[in-house]
C-alpha cells in the first residue's frame, strides 16, 4: 500500500527541523559570542589609541585583510591576548602586549600573516649582517634579537649557529686574549655558550643582569615564553613544547649547572674597541677583556636608564618589577610616570602590608593607559599609594631615601627602590666602533 504523500511529506519537515533547530541555536549562539569578543576587541583597540600604544616595541605580526578568512587561530593561538576580531578580519589589537612569540604565524591556515619588525610610522634600527652573522666589521658578530631574530627558539639556534661560523674560522687568538666574548645571556647568548663550550673555546659570557633569560627573565609571573622546542649543543632537544617563563629559567638553570657554562653576572659591556695589536678590547663594568673575536647576543631593550645618585649601586635597587610579592610588608619607591612604572606601583599596593610611594619628575602621566591611570587613582584615594609628582630621588641609603618634593626635602623610609625609567639603546655603543645599520619599517622577518 502506497504511503500517502502528505505523511511523507510530514516526514521530511520533521526530520529537516530535528537537524535545523540545532543547528540553527548552535549558530545563533556562536554569533552572539562572536559579536560580545569583537565588541572586547575594539574596546581593548581603542583603549589602545587613546593611551598612544599603537606602536609595536618588537616583532609583530602583520595581516593580509584580503588574505584573512577570519578563522581566528592567531587569536586563540596568540599566549598575550594581543591580536582580536574586529569587523570579520583579525587585528593586532593590543600592539604594546606583543611581544614575538610567533605563534600565531603557523596557526593561520591561509598564511594571511607576517612577522615584521618597524612600522611605517617607527622604524627599527637593524644590523647589516652577512649569512655567518658577521657585521661589517670583521670579527664582531651579532645573534638574536638585536640583529632581527625575536623568536626565543630561533635566536637560541642563530646563538648556536653564529658561534659554529665563529669556531670555524681557527683563528689564533694573541697572549691575554680570549677567543670570543659574548655578550648578552638571553635564548642566543644561551645558545652561543654552549656552541662554544662543545668546540672547548676560551670564552666568557657576559651578562649586566645578575641572573641569565635576558628579556624574559623580565616576563610576568606564568607568561608563557616559548611555543615551539628548540635543539641546543651538549644538551640536544628540549623535551617541552609550550612552557611558561618560571619553568623555562629553571630549566636554563639546570642546563647551566649541568654543563659549567661561564658566565660572568652583573658586568655590564661598556664599549668596544680595536685592539692595536689586533682583536678587540671589550671595555666592562669590571674592566677591559681582550678578545679575538666578539659576539653580541643583546636585546633590543638596552642596559636600563639609571638616576645616577649616590647609592645606586645598592643590590636593593632594582630596574624591573619581577614579582610583587617579594616585596610584601616593605616599604617601597617606584621611580618613573610610564605605564610600566603605574603597573609596578599598583601591583605592589595590592600586597599585604607594603607601603608604596610613586615618584615621577614631570607634573602629569602622559601616554599611559587610562586603565592603569583609573586603577592607579583607586589605590591612591583608598590610602595604598602615595603619589608625588614633580619630585625626584637624591641619595639612596640602606634603609631610606632622601626625596625631594614640592613641599620640600625629606628623609622617607625604604627596603626597596623599582625604577622604571626606560632604556638605554646599543645601536650608539655599536655605530661608534663603525657596524652598519638599517632601518626597517616593517619588512618581514626571515
Not at 71 to 84: D, L, R, S
Not at 178 to 192: E, L
Not at 201 to 215: I, K, M, P, T, W
Not at 256 to 285: C, H, N, W, Y
Request: charged share 25%.
Amino acid at each position: 500500500m502506497a504511503v500517502p504523500e502528505t505523511s511523507s511529506t510530514l516526514e521530511s519537515v520533521y526530520g529537516f527541523l530535528i537537524y535545523a533547530v540545532p543547528a540553527g541555536l548552535t549558530y545563533g549562539i556562536y554569533l552572539r559570542g562572536r559579536k560580545k569578543r569583537e565588541r572586547a576587541a575594539e574596546q581593548g583597540w581603542q583603549e589602545a589609541v587613546e593611551a598612544g600604544m599603537v606602536e609595536p616595541p618588537s616583532l609583530h605580526p602583520v595581516i593580509n585583510l584580503e588574505g584573512c578568512i577570519c578563522a581566528a587561530a592567531c587569536v586563540t593561538a596568540c599566549p598575550e591576548g594581543a591580536i582580536g576580531i574586529i569587523g570579520g578580519k583579525a587585528k593586532l589589537i593590543n600592539p604594546a602586549h606583543c611581544i614575538g612569540h610567533g605563534a600565531c604565524l603557523p596557526a593561520c591556515p591561509v598564511d594571511a600573516l607576517k612577522l615584521v619588525f618597524g612600522t611605517e610610522k617607527r622604524g627599527i634600527d637593524i644590523p647589516q649582517l652577512t649569512p655567518e652573522f658577521e657585521t661589517n666589521v670583521p670579527g664582531i658578530f651579532i645573534a638574536g634579537e638585536l640583529g632581527g631574530m625575536g623568536l626565543i627558539r630561533k635566536a637560541a639556534e642563530q646563538g648556536k649557529q653564529a658561534m659554529q661560523n665563529i669556531a670555524g674560522r681557527k683563528i689564533k687568538p694573541r697572549a691575554g686574549q680570549r677567543d670570543v666574548v659574548i655578550v648578552g645571556c638571553g635564548p642566543a647568548g644561551i645558545g652561543a655558550g654552549l656552541a662554544a663550550h662543545e668546540k672547548k673555546l676560551d670564552y666568557v659570557l657576559l651578562e649586566q643582569e645578575s641572573s641569565l633569560g635576558g628579556a624574559v627573565f623580565h616576563y610576568p609571573r606564568n607568561k608563557i615564553a616559548m611555543t615551539a622546542p628548540v635543539t641546543l649543543p651538549l644538551i640536544g632537544k628540549m623535551q617541552f613544547k609550550e612552557v611558561q617563563k618560571e619553568r623555562l629559567l629553571e630549566y636554563w638553570q639546570e642546563v647551566v649547572g649541568k654543563t659549567g657554562l661561564r658566565i660572568q653576572f652583573r658586568t655590564r659591556m661598556e664599549k668596544i674597541e680595536a685592539d692595536p695589536d689586533g682583536g678587540f678590547i671589550v671595555q666592562s663594568s669590571q674592566g677591559p677583556i681582550k678578545t679575538a673575536q666578539v659576539l653580541l647576543t643583546i636585546g633590543r631593550s638596552g642596559t636600563p636608564r639609571k638616576l645616577d645618585v649616590p647609592g645606586e649601586d645598592q643590590s636593593k635597587v632594582m630596574y624591573r618589577l619581577i614579582d610583587a610579592a617579594q616585596y610584601t610588608g616593605q616599604h617601597v619607591t617606584v621611580v618613573g610616570g610610564g605605564d610600566s612604572a603605574l603597573e609596578a606601583a599598583i601591583a605592589l599596593s595590592e600586597e599585604e602590608g607594603t607601603t608604596v610611594t610613586l615618584s615621577y619628575r614631570s607634573e602629569a602621566f602622559s601616554r599611559v593607559k587610562e586603565k592603569n591611570r583609573q586603577r592607579l587613582k583607586a589605590q591612591q584615594e583608598a590610602g595604598r599609594v602615595r603619589v608625588e609628582l614633580k619630585s625626584k630621588v637624591l641619595e639612596i641609603h640602606k634603609d631610606h631615601l632622601l626625596f625631594e618634593t614640592t613641599a620640600g626635602i625629606e628623609q622617607l623610609k625604604n627596603d626597596a627602590i623599582i625604577i622604571c625609567a626606560g632604556g638605554i639603546l646599543p645601536t650608539p655603543v655599536l655605530k661608534e666602533i663603525g657596524i652598519n645599520f638599517a632601518t626597517k619599517h616593517g619588512e618581514v622577518e626571515d
